[in-house]
């Protein structure tokens, strides 16, 4: 079975840009959330969607934007770019429900220039 | 406001002998808890997880401990392997509170080494 993917593996952008990652879930798992981790940093909580819908939002600026679709993937936005955005865009999908066991994927190494 | 403290950045340990992470929280609205495994370039791997009306739990050469009094748990591994050599994170939830699902409180991580 695939696992959770998520492209471009790495990218790099200069600030002021926007960039779109992605990320597919493991096959029935209906929901997604996003974490942002700074090298020596634990994972911090960006997004939560459940069956398409936001279901929770950490302590990010409105710069960051998410959404997810029908087939349950999902896609984080983050405009006018930061050097402080630099860090490394883990998605981790679950089956939703209490089943707080997530399913992370390799991540997205953002460089922001 | 780190809510999960992982207060060693690093454990270096000799094959077979056991391997004891400590992870402490301050919300006493967490219920759940996690440890996750993450090699270099790889995503964070689910280890072992213990919800807060259980002190301990184990899984193979893996076991938490849960001391809720003292907002204290950890992770003891034995015996340790060099393959077990990765970054641990202790990871929190506040499930019966309506946490959000998929919303999970980590701690900055400790590094393991595991030497022949």
């Known amino acids: 079975d695939a696992g959770v993917t998520q492209s471009p593996t790495h990218l790099i952008k200069t600030r002021g840009q926007q960039v779109t990652l992605r990320c597919s879930p493991i096959?029935?798992?209906?929901?997604v959330s996003w974490y942002q981790q700074v090298l020596g940093q634990g994972p911090q909580f960006i997004f939560q969607?459940?069956?398409?819908?936001?279901?929770g939002r950490g302590n990010f600026p409105d710069r960051f934007s998410a959404r997810q679709f029908p087939n349950y993937s999902s896609e984080l936005n983050v405009n006018a770019l930061l050097l402080g955005d630099s860090a490394l865009y883990l998605c981790?999908?679950?089956?939703?429900?209490?089943?707080?066991?997530?399913?992370f994927g390799s991540g997205t190494q953002l460089s922001v220039l | 406001d780190q809510q999960v403290k992982q207060n060693s950045p690093s454990l270096s340990v000799q094959e077979g002998r056991i391997s004891i992470l400590n992870c402490d929280y301050t919300?006493?609205?967490?219920?759940?808890f996690l440890w996750y495994k993450k090699y270099p370039a790889e995503g964070p791997t689910f280890l072992i997880s213990?919800?807060?009306?259980?002190d301990k739990n184990e899984d193979g050469r893996f076991t938490v401990f849960l001391n809720k009094s003292a907002k204290h748990l950890s992770l003891h591994i034995v015996p340790s392997q060099p393959g077990d050599s990765a970054v641990y994170f202790c990871?929190?939830?506040?499930?019966?509170?309506?946490?959000?699902?998929?919303?999970?409180?980590f701690g900055r991580g400790t590094q393991l080494t595991v030497w022949p």
């Open positions: 213990i919800s807060s009306i259980k």
């Open positions: 990871a929190a939830s506040a499930i019966s509170r309506g946490s959000t699902l998929g919303r999970l409180y």
């Open positions: 981790a999908s679950s089956l939703g429900g209490n089943n707080e066991k997530l399913f």
């Open positions: 919300n006493s609205m967490f219920d759940y």
């Open positions: 969607y459940y069956e398409k819908e936001e279901r």
């Open positions: 096959s029935g798992h209906k929901s």
